[in-house]
């Protein structure tokens, strides 16, 4: 099996891994609903886009920091950790701030409650920073030197670079001004 195929093979295989149940439990919703009409295309959720933007970030990782076919596998799985990792301590951050938020808009809301609240919030913050830590070092393992330099400054192109394409998505699906 070629590099770029073997490369492609594990790619597409997490991509499936990561799709299917979202799309069977679609289907199944689908199921239910009457058909769109005809020439109406369904957009994927934003936790689809996100995946597979997360697709495109592990090619262009493996190819901006030229990390060999021996060593993708580790970093493959690290960086879906690290990737992992963001996304649901940022889930549970969202919700501690929507809390948060419904309580300090409540006049009658219980001063305890809030300051719970804002406990939870520094405490997910400070965990946070750790298990992030953890995950950049495990993921520096698998890196030389000049590779973990490239991979951060790739993460902050990465991270322009999503900005962008929200930012051009939002404005596309603006109604025009008349």
């Known amino acids: 099996m070629s590099i770029n195929l073997k490369r492609f093979a594990i790619i597409a295989a997490?991509?499936?891994?990561?799709?299917?149940?979202?799309a069977a439990q679609?289907?199944?919703?689908r199921a239910q609903e009457p058909a769109p009409p005809a020439g109406d295309v369904?957009?994927?959720?934003?936790?689809?886009?996100?995946?597979?933007?997360?697709s495109y970030a592990l090619i262009q990782a493996q190819d901006q920091l030229k990390i060999s076919d021996d060593k993708f596998?580790?970093?493959l799985a690290r960086f879906k950790a690290l990737?992992?990792?963001?996304?649901?301590?940022?889930?549970?951050?969202?919700?501690?701030?929507?809390?948060?938020?419904?309580?300090?808009?409540?006049p009658q809301a219980d001063d305890t409650q809030m300051r719970d609240r804002l406990k939870a919030l520094a405490d997910l913050d400070a965990r946070t920073r750790i298990e992030l830590e953890k995950a950049y070092e495990s993921i520096n393992q698998v890196l030389d030197i000049r590779q973990q330099a490239k991979f951060r400054v790739f993460e902050e192109n990465m991270e322009r670079r999503k900005l962008e394409l929200v930012t051009r998505a939002r404005q596309a699906n603006r109604p025009p001004k008349l």
């Open 14 to 22: 997490l991509a499936l891994t990561v799709a299917a149940p979202a």
């Open 83 to 106: 990737q992992d990792t963001r996304r649901r301590n940022m889930v549970e951050r969202l919700r501690n701030i929507q809390e948060l938020r419904r309580l300090s808009n409540d």
């Open 42 to 54: 369904p957009v994927g959720s934003p936790a689809e886009i996100q995946r597979m933007f997360d």
């Open 26 to 29: 679609r289907g199944r919703a």
């Open 73 to 75: 596998p580790q970093f």
